[in-house]
């Protein structure tokens, strides 16, 4: 039995590289699956063609710069941001709350949700706890029923 066209380094050199085309339609020319052609590609080391790789805005999977993460928190795409994480990411609220302080938080500043809703992010929701320990005493004294639910916020006149 003949060798199949596609492993000969030469024909499919040409097909791929001279006659520019696409994996694809080698494979059907060749009654083959994209896979079948695509592993003899790279057995002969030949460059892989392709889209430049798109970002931001430009990608197709784009999402405006926002998601929702599994705990329930909007992240808001912010390089640069001190609080960023995951390629530039940062929680809705602590961006909320800068804004209105007109400064970045300190790292011990935890930004608390009145009505428990993480994705209400409206400045009359937030309240700022000045550490992570003033914040978890909190909600441990709420458990407890020891103290009543907060039902103001604190941006405007905090710090």
């Given at each position: 039995?003949?060798?199949?066209?596609?492993?000969?380094?030469?024909?499919?050199?040409?097909?791929?590289?001279?006659?520019?085309?696409?994996?694809?339609?080698?494979?059907?020319?060749?009654?083959?699956?994209?896979?079948?052609?695509l592993k003899w590609i790279k057995r002969?080391?030949?460059?892989?063609?392709?889209?430049?790789?798109?970002?931001?805005?430009?990608?197709?999977?784009?999402?405006?710069?926002?998601?929702?993460?599994?705990?329930?928190?909007?992240?808001?795409?912010?390089?640069?941001?001190?609080?960023?994480?995951?390629?530039?990411?940062?929680?809705?609220?602590?961006?909320?709350?800068?804004?209105?302080?007109?400064?970045?938080?300190?790292?011990?500043?935890?930004?608390?949700?009145?009505?428990?809703?993480?994705?209400?992010?409206?400045?009359?929701?937030?309240?700022?706890?000045?550490?992570?320990?003033?914040?978890?005493?909190?909600?441990?004294?709420?458990?407890?029923?020891?103290?009543?639910?907060?039902?103001?916020?604190?941006l405007s006149t905090y710090g």
């Amino acid at each position: 039995m003949p060798q199949p066209l596609y492993q000969s380094r030469d024909w499919l050199e040409r097909k791929y590289i001279v006659e520019n085309m696409f994996i694809n339609d080698i494979a059907r020319l060749c009654n083959v699956s994209h896979a079948c052609i695509l592993k003899w590609i790279k057995r002969f080391g030949f460059p892989r063609k392709g889209q430049p790789i798109r970002s931001g805005s430009a990608n197709p999977h784009w999402k405006s710069g926002r998601y929702i993460s599994s705990q329930g928190y909007r992240y808001i795409l912010s390089k640069g941001h001190p609080r960023a994480i995951n390629g530039g990411y940062v929680p809705e609220h602590i961006l909320v709350a800068e804004k209105i302080l007109g400064r970045f938080l300190f790292p011990s500043e935890t930004v608390h949700h009145l009505d428990s809703n993480k994705l209400n992010n409206v400045p009359s929701n937030l309240y700022i706890f000045p550490t992570k320990q003033a914040h978890d005493t909190y909600h441990r004294l709420l458990r407890w029923k020891k103290i009543e639910r907060l039902s103001y916020s604190n941006l405007s006149t905090y710090g």
